[in-house]
């Protein structure tokens, strides 16, 4: 029995599937009667739906088949397809039993009895009967397929391996262990990361922790020591050397003054010869200032000579250079007129 239900096919996954919800009505009448208190009576319309929505899944499940084949196909192409339709309609079978179980229970707990419910038990259990994959379910399904000439290998298909699976434990064994890896594998990740920190702090403590600490040592020591100023130091500083400090806590003496040397940054600022920028600056009076400017101005050799003629020129001869200028503006031309001969 237990080879005959573990069968690792298609057809043996097809009956597992079927068997799974075989005892699902159990449950299902512990709830019911706790909540009605265990009473059978229960309003006769409410009987009266559960039986007629039983005879109805029953009748579907009795007369409707799948569909027959396209004409056509290949071999292979056949036997998937077969097998396809025919869980499908294993499928819709036991949906249909669920759906009159369903039903039941809600009319029992309206009706206030278990009559409904065990109504809708008697027509929904051989509904799951019908859809396990016997021989007489097979032959009827695959008559149907081949209604149109097609041939159906599905006795073919149902031969095929299939793993050992149940509707709703194997996924939620399958999700289990997966996040039990998964969990698995981020502590193994996490004490790893671990292992590894401790180990670098521990070579880093045994092999490089005094070199690492004299090297940050001297990156942050100064440069140069500075020492402390001896008392009474009147030495000249390094920026202006020559800057000597006044034994009696005066400002330093200026440049020049008390026969001092003039300071290395400023070395003429005590002499009183004339600055390069104006080198006559105080020398001659007024006029003789305007005369050095204009012989500077004109300068000498023969370029000073033609800007004085030109000069001249233009002071003499304005009028005519004035009248040559209003003819031409007034449109008198001085060309000669080309002569018209025959």
């Avoid at 396209?70 to 056949?78: K, N, Q």
């Amino acid at each position: 029995m237990t080879e005959f239900v573990l069968q690792p096919t298609q057809e043996g996954e097809l009956r597992r599937r079927a068997l799974f919800w075989l005892p699902a009505p159990l449950p299902v009448v512990g709830l019911v009667a706790l909540s009605v208190g265990g009473s059978l009576s229960a309003a006769g319309w409410t009987i009266l739906l559960a039986t007629s929505v039983g005879v109805g899944t029953l009748l579907m499940s009795l007369i409707v088949q799948p569909t027959p084949l396209p004409e056509g196909l290949a071999p292979p192409v056949s036997a998937r397809r077969a097998l396809h339709r025919f869980r499908q309609f294993t499928g819709l079978r036991i949906a249909l039993a669920l759906a009159t179980m369903a039903i039941g229970a809600a009319a029992a707990l309206v009706g206030g009895g278990l009559y409904p419910l065990l109504a809708a038990l008697a027509l929904a259990v051989p509904q799951l009967l019908l859809a396990m994959p016997t021989f007489f379910t097979i032959t009827r399904a695959r008559r149907a397929m081949e209604a149109w000439g097609t041939t159906a290998y599905l006795w073919h298909a149902l031969s095929r391996p299939a793993k050992v699976t149940w509707p709703i434990v194997t996924p939620a064994v399958k999700a289990w262990r997966s996040r039990r890896v998964e969990r698995s594998r981020e502590s193994m990740r996490q004490k790893l990361a671990e292992r590894a920190w401790r180990k670098a702090v521990r070579d880093e403590t045994e092999n490089g922790g005094g070199a690492d600490l004299e090297a940050a040592n001297e990156r942050t020591d100064l440069l140069r020591p500075v020492a402390p100023p001896a008392a009474g130091a009147d030495e000249p500083t390094e920026v202006v050397p020559h800057l000597g400090a006044d034994p009696a806590g005066d400002a330093p003496q200026r440049a020049g003054e008390d026969g001092g040397e003039p300071t290395a940054v400023l070395p003429h600022l005590a002499e009183d010869e004339p600055t390069a920028v104006l080198p006559h600056l105080g020398e001659a009076s007024d006029a003789g200032a305007e005369e050095a400017a204009a012989k500077k101005r004109e300068g000498s050799g023969p370029r000073a000579t033609v800007n004085r003629a030109a000069r001249q020129f233009i002071e003499r001869g304005s009028g005519a250079l004035g009248l040559a200028v209003r003819k031409t503006r007034r449109g008198h031309s001085t060309t000669r007129p080309h002569p018209h001969k025959p």
